[in-house]
Nanobody
Framework: QVQLVESGGGLVQPGGSLRLSCAAS???????VAWYRQAPGKQRELVGT???????NYVDSVKGRFTISRDNSEQTVYLQMTTLKPDDTARYYC???????WGQGTQVTVSS
C-alpha cells in the first residue's frame, strides 16, 4: 500500500508563499494525485488535482495562486502556494483517488 507524507506547512503572513510536498513510498507516476484542505469547522475541500499526464485543475478560489506539479523521479507531488490569504488557513492533505490513500496532512496558517 502506497504511503503519502506531506511536509512544508507552517505559519506565513498574508501575501506570502509556501511550497508543500507530498512524498510517496512507491512510484505514483501513473496515478492522479489530489490536494485537499480542511479548515476548522469546515468540510474538507478539494484544492486541485494533477493527472498522470501532467494536466491540472483547481478550485476557483486558488486559481492563479496555487500550482500543482510533480517530480516522478522523486515520487513527489508539490503544491506551490502564492499570495496566501487568511482564508487559506487549513490542514492540507494529498491523496490518490484511485486507491483512496491519504497522507496525514500538514498545517498551513496564514496570519499576521
Amino acid at each position: 500500500q502506497v504511503q503519502l507524507v506531506e511536509s512544508g506547512g507552517g505559519l506565513v503572513q498574508p501575501g506570502g508563499s509556501l511550497r508543500l510536498s507530498c512524498a510517496a513510498s512507491e512510484d505514483i507516476s501513473r496515478m492522479a494525485v489530489a490536494w485537499y484542505r480542511q479548515a476548522p469547522g469546515k468540510q474538507r475541500e478539494l484544492v486541485g488535482t494533477i493527472f498522470r499526464n501532467g494536466l491540472t485543475n483547481y478550485v476557483d478560489s486558488v486559481k492563479g495562486r496555487f500550482t500543482i506539479s510533480r517530480d516522478n523521479s522523486e515520487q513527489t507531488v508539490y503544491l506551490q502556494m502564492t499570495t496566501l490569504k487568511p482564508d487559506d488557513t487549513a490542514r492540507y492533505y494529498c491523496m490518490i483517488p484511485d486507491i483512496n490513500t491519504w497522507g496525514q496532512g500538514t498545517q498551513v496558517t496564514v496570519s499576521s
